[in-house]
Each structure stands twice: as C-alpha cells, then as structure tokens.
C-alpha cells in the first residue's frame, strides 16, 4: 500500500473515531438531560425514595460524559496533528482539510453536541434554582421554628457558617 493511501487511510479512521466519540457524547448528554428532568419531577412529586438513585446515574452519567469528552478531544488533537495543523487550530479550520461529505457530518454533529450542551445547561440551572428556593423555605420555616437561632454566623473567611447541634469540647492534650 502506498504511502498516500495509507494515510488517507489513517485521517479517515481517526475521522470515523472523532464523529463516533461526538455521536456517544451526544447519546449521553440526552441521558444526562432526561435524569435531570427525572430528578426535578422526583423532586416535585416528593418521590424521595427515587431521589438517591437518580443522584447516583447523574454522578455516573456525568462521569462518562468527562471520559468520552477526553476521548473525542484526543481524536481530535490527532486528526489536527494528522492534518499538519497546529495545537490551538480549532474545528472550523480542521474542516478546511477534509472532504465536503466529512466536513457536513462534523459541522451537523457540531451543532447537535452544542444544543445538547445548552439544554443540559437549561435542565441544571433549573434544578439549581429549585434546590436554591427549597433551601430559602426550609431556612425561613427553621428560623420561626427556632427564633433563637435566627441571627446567621459566619466563618473565618467571611462566609455563612452552619449551625452545629452540640458544641464539642476537643482535649488536645490526649
């Protein structure tokens, strides 16, 4: 085989592995998105039993988007390195080197990975204002519960410390 075409042979299979890295990144995102919107209504519902699971496949799931996103970005400093360009040189550019059908399915898939990343943005800033209004009741409902405890204390660095139960007495001579 010649040399040519061996390495058009090797740009097209770290390609293929770039656009099948993009394409799991995409899957899982949708997963990702979806368990979020499991936890919300899990949440909502006051499925509390169903609430640690769900916590558990984010942790995972997010997991496996910061491995495969590693991934994709190694097959894609490769086809660059493959391609001749440099380190810094972004997508856009990479698309200039490569054939038009291959550069369509890139820029679709680009794009696909882009809205999964704005509507998993979406899903989680929702989630955190919740949990930011949950904690603002629970806190409000606590401080007429305990008035005596309503005054907030803060650490050594200027933040709001939280309330102990008991005070503990520490011998630092044992």
């Known amino acids: 085989m010649e040399t040519a075409e061996k390495s058009a042979l090797e740009k097209d299979l770290l ?3 770039f656009k099948q890295e993009m394409n799991v990144e995409i899957q899982l995102l949708d997963s ?3 368990l979020e919107e499991e936890l919300h209504n899990a949440i909502y519902d ?3 039993t169903r609430i640690e699971g769900l916590v558990s496949n984010l942790k995972n799931t997010g997991t496996d988007i910061e491995n495969i996103d590693d991934r994709r970005d190694q097959y894609f400093s490769a086809v660059k390195k493959h391609l001749g360009l440099s380190v810094a040189s972004g997508l856009s550019e990479m698309l200039g080197y490569i054939e038009k059908e291959q550069q369509e399915e890139i820029q679709k898939l680009h794009r696909d990975l882009k809205i999964r990343v704005v ?3 979406g899903s989680t800033g929702r989630l955190r204002y919740l949990f930011r209004t949950l904690s603002e009741s629970l806190n ?3 401080g007429e519960v305990f008035p005596h405890r309503k ?3 803060y650490s050594m660095h200027g933040r ?3 309330y102990a139960e008991e005070s503990v007495m520490v011998n630092r001579n044992l």
Do not use: H, R
């Open 119 to 121: 509507k998993v943005k």
């Open 15 to 17: 390609i293929g592995k």
């Open 140 to 142: 409000d409902i606590l």
């Open 151 to 153: 005054g907030k204390m």
């Open 46 to 48: 006051k499925e509390w």
């Open 160 to 162: 709001p410390a939280e």
């Open 32 to 34: 990702f998105f979806k």
